[in-house]
């Protein structure tokens, strides 16, 4: 009952009332064409960080551009308190949910009944099993295998690594599978040792652990690590054991802390593969948009990824994800889940 009350109260403290009058042109298409009538939910498990940060500025802003009532749910990575989310976000007779990563044995049901009530419902990163409801993601396992193909292009195909890795979280799974595929591929790749924690702060808990990883296997010349926070924790590490000439870092995701941990004088982190996060999160809110005017989004929604090395940073001068944006075009907007009818976010 405790727990009830709580999450009501969470409920009433995010709620984000995001009009844009540019949304209210007399061609949209029901429900979107009552301000304010359409009322959606983001039900998050993994906040921590800046990528998700960016993911939730994306989300509020094409929102915001659509005119939708938007309420914000943050469960802290705590499943069963997600799974209440989504049935919470459901008790106030939203629209439309967003599942933003979360665990598939908690979320499976949880999505279900969302289903049920007859709300619709985008999966970001989870992996709900519902052919219901379309998955958005970042094409994971490309962002593992471009990465994984540069840390061939710069080390040959005989090296050791330290793989971070956590299963059960979509994203990374899809990642591991790339990671399979070349290591069976270049059996002269050895996986020295594999580690990985999502426990907060996810950075400081890598690092923790990479310490124990890098002294018992000094060997180790590569580390894939498929998510910036673990890249970051790593890279600690191998700052503090002064072993940034002999350690290259290849991760996935992108963030203006990303850019700046990359491009410090000997930096360890030689390259990631990425999408812009807050793209992401339109994409995600704009397929939701579709569903609810009763067009089919696709089963599958991808936002294409973009190798970004150390060396493009630096012969750039790319100091932030703005800059990133102005070189790359694709940063700027993703050409996925769009509509004649569909207002884009003013950049």
Request: hydrophobic share 45%; net charge negative; charged share 20%.
């Amino acid at each position: 009952m405790l727990r009830r009350q709580m999450l009501k109260l969470i409920g009433a403290g995010v709620s984000v009332l995001a009009i844009g009058a540019s949304a209210f042109a007399a061609d949209m298409p029901a429900p979107f064409d009552k301000p304010g009538d359409v009322k959606i939910a983001l039900v998050r498990y993994l906040s921590t960080g800046d990528f998700f940060q960016s993911y939730l500025s994306g989300v509020e802003t094409q929102a915001e551009a659509l005119g939708v009532d938007l309420r914000v749910f943050d469960s802290r990575q705590d499943a069963a308190l997600q799974a209440d989310m989504v049935d919470q976000a459901i008790s106030l007779g939203v629209n439309g949910i967003i599942i933003q990563h979360g665990l598939t044995e908690s979320m499976k049901e949880a999505a279900q009944r969302a289903v049920d009530a007859g709300i619709k419902v985008v999966a970001f990163d989870v992996n709900v099993e519902n052919e219901a409801i379309p998955q958005v993601e970042q094409s994971d396992y490309q962002l593992g295998k471009l990465a994984l193909d540069q840390a061939i292009e710069d080390n040959g195909t005989e090296f050791t690594a330290g793989y971070v890795y956590v299963p059960g979280i979509a994203p990374l799974d899809r990642r591991d599978v790339a990671w399979k595929e070349v290591k069976e591929a270049n059996p002269g790749i050895t996986e020295a040792a594999m580690f990985g924690t999502m426990d907060n702060p996810i950075a400081n808990s890598v690092a923790n652990q990479a310490r124990s990883v890098l002294q018992a296997n000094p060997n180790i010349n590569v580390v894939f690590a498929p998510y910036d926070e673990f890249a970051k924790g790593v890279k600690i590490a191998v700052d503090e054991a002064g072993l940034t000439d002999d350690i290259d870092i290849y991760s996935a995701d992108v963030s203006t802390a990303d850019i700046s941990a990359m491009r410090e004088p000997g930096s360890a982190w030689v390259a990631t593969v990425a999408t812009n996060p807050a793209v992401v999160g339109e994409v995600s809110v704009r397929t939701l948009a579709l569903m609810l005017a009763g067009e089919n989004p696709g089963a599958s929604v991808i936002v294409p990824p973009t190798l970004i090395t150390q060396d493009f940073l630096n012969e750039n001068d790319i100091k932030n994800m703005d800059d990133l944006g102005s070189k790359m075009p694709q940063f700027q907007h993703a050409d996925v889940s769009v509509a004649d009818w569909i207002p884009l976010p003013k950049r």
